[in-house]
């Protein structure tokens, strides 16, 4: 289950001299319009596991090195798949208040004075967007602490804490057997599976689990799954500030946040959704 506990890890503030660092100026976006009838722009959203290992989920995957010459050729492999969406723009799991940092570390990267870590941020979007000659990458990240603590303690205090446990569980058996396909598959095969019908559904169900926990003084079920939609509410708001009319917008983003940002998304009709799914069929 991917359900983020901590805030994600500041970039760094190293200055560089502003001659050394390709412009990312650009003029303002042309919003599309909200009243539209019909698609105004295509959305891929594509879910991927944290490829650096940041264990900031309440349930991780454990990803080998992705630096290994068996993983980059693979990722290479991933680019040729991606590449046949043709995106205009690449949108990552990125805080959105730190648009500068991205916009340094990615025009490093172009401009060959940077090598891409293990983050699949950097590894798979910012290896695309290079790729297909884009200027930037796009921040859309917010985040906050969520109230797990308070359920857990509302659970305690019910005598419920066997069914918090049973389903806590339910997310680490998740997670180890996402980590134990990923040890004898490639990097598509593993976004394949995680970008299916079934492994979304299964995450969810987790989430949904959690609703059973509180009471009208206390609804701490209620208030977890409400900051959860919260976010990826803001997230959503966040990527259509960067969406422009005719877009193709590849999105990156945790596996965990499928359910919502994919109902978000086919639910807008000015917007048309892409999956993996919808790709490897048309490259078929």
């Not at 019909?38 to 990803?63: I, K, S």
């Not at 966040?238 to 917008?249: A, F, M, N, T, Y």
């Amino acid at each position: 289950m991917k359900f983020r506990i901590h805030h994600l890890l500041p970039c760094s503030t190293v200055f560089l001299l502003f001659a050394t660092i390709p412009s990312f100026a650009q003029s303002k976006l042309k919003p599309i319009d909200a009243s539209a009838a019909t698609p105004q722009a295509e959305v891929f959203l594509l879910g991927t596991y944290h490829m650096d290992n940041p264990g900031r989920d309440l349930h991780n995957t454990n990803a080998d090195d992705v630096l290994a010459p068996r993983r980059q050729a693979e990722i290479e492999e991933l680019m040729v798949m991606l590449a046949r969406f043709r995106p205009t723009k690449v949108a990552i799991e990125w805080d959105n208040g730190d648009q500068a940092g991205l916009d340094r570390i990615y025009g490093e990267y172009v401009a060959g004075r940077r090598q891409l870590t293990r983050d699949e941020r950097q590894q798979v979007g910012m290896r695309l967007a290079k790729l297909m000659g884009l200027k930037r990458v796009y921040a859309i990240d917010t985040m906050w602490d969520f109230p797990y603590g308070s359920l857990i303690n509302w659970a305690k205090a019910n005598s419920r804490s066997a069914e918090i446990e049973a389903i806590d569980r339910m997310g680490s058996e998740h997670s180890k057997a996402d980590s134990e396909y990923l040890l004898g598959h490639s990097v598509l095969e593993m976004y394949r599976r995680m970008n299916s019908p079934k492994w979304i559904s299964d995450n969810a169900a987790i989430y949904a689990r959690f609703g059973h926990f509180g009471d009208d003084s206390d609804p701490a079920g209620a208030r977890l799954l409400t900051r959860w939609h919260e976010r990826n509410t803001f997230i959503l708001t966040s990527l259509l500030g960067v969406i422009e009319p005719g877009d193709r917008v590849l999105v990156l983003y945790g596996a965990g946040h499928q359910t919502l940002l994919r109902r978000f998304i086919a639910d807008d009709p000015t917007l048309k959704l892409r999956t993996l799914d919808n790709l490897l069929a048309v490259s078929k």
